[in-house]
């Protein structure tokens, strides 16, 4: 998990970078055309040709359409308001996956994680201020797709037996890329050189931080995971610091202190659960 929220925050910095010439549609569908090709090869070499094959269709339909969703409203958020208000509203995104774990995947959900939880919050408040504007269309936008997210790794947790990790990433571009696709036809705009390397880094960065995040939801619960996804924010503090001129005050290593406290505790409760772990190797 950690990994994958590590290169998550990658793909953002770099999809904001690209979305500066190009637009939502088109940064969407060569983002998911490129992640088919690298997950679908990778799938190949280390399954063989049956690794394709899948007993929960629906399942995928659904997860492919939840990716759409969710990948089509965070770019367009990401054009329209400043990086920092989207990580706020992307990281309230623990917080559903822990309320929604115990009625949909019949976990328990103690005093101590929400207390983990609650922490790695305020932790992310106290790092991230929001800035004006934050009520408008790109807050909007932000909000569907944190939802849509949230249900990503529930169905992920859900499924954790009953499919690969590859099969669970690679089924899920096939909406994103048909529906940018279609959306980019009449805005396409021949990529540069250098822009086509920067959209393979969005292909390769977004399928493996995808394939690590449903490897994690199938060796954890999900309750268990929401805590660690609060380190993205350092990553951005750092991004926003080294690409984007933003200046990093006291508060971003306050917060971040507390960020890795909230992750401590769940470590110090869930290191002798064995019940959290299934030993799974895709």
Do not use: C
Not at 29 to 51: C, E, H
């Amino acid at each position: 998990m950690l990994f994958a929220v590590f290169l998550m925050v990658v793909l953002d910095v770099v999809a904001k970078v690209l979305l500066v010439t190009y637009s939502v549609m088109q940064v969407t569908f060569l983002r998911a055309a490129f992640a088919l090709v690298i997950i679908g090869v990778a799938n190949y070499l280390a399954n063989g040709k049956d690794s394709f094959r899948t007993e929960v269709r629906n399942w995928h339909l659904l997860r492919t359409m939840l990716m759409s969703i969710s990948t089509v409203t965070f770019f367009a958020a990401l054009s329209m308001i400043p990086l920092v208000n989207v990580m706020v509203i992307v990281f309230i995104a623990p917080i559903l996956i822990t309320a929604l774990s115990g009625p949909l995947l019949g976990e328990q959900v103690g005093p101590f994680r929400w207390f983990a939880v609650v922490i790695g919050f305020i932790g992310m408040l106290i790092i991230l201020k929001p800035t004006k504007g934050f009520i408008d269309y790109g807050t909007i936008y932000a909000i569907i797709g944190v939802v849509s997210y949230a249900l990503i790794a529930l169905t992920s947790r859900k499924l954790s037996n009953k499919d690969s990790a590859y099969n669970l990433t690679f089924y899920m571009f096939f909406g994103p890329a048909i529906v940018g696709g279609l959306g980019s036809l009449n805005t396409w705009i021949t990529p540069t050189p250098w822009d086509w390397g920067l959209f393979v880094i969005t292909g390769i960065v977004g399928g493996t931080s995808i394939i690590f995040f449903n490897l994690a939801y199938q060796n954890a619960e999900a309750s268990v995971l929401t805590s660690f996804e609060y380190t993205g924010l350092i990553w951005a503090t750092l991004a926003g610091y080294l690409i984007f001129n933003e200046s990093v005050d006291s508060s971003v290593w306050v917060g971040a202190m507390v960020i890795i406290f909230g992750g401590l505790i769940i470590v110090y409760r869930e290191r002798n659960d064995a019940k959290s772990i299934k030993n799974y190797i895709p």
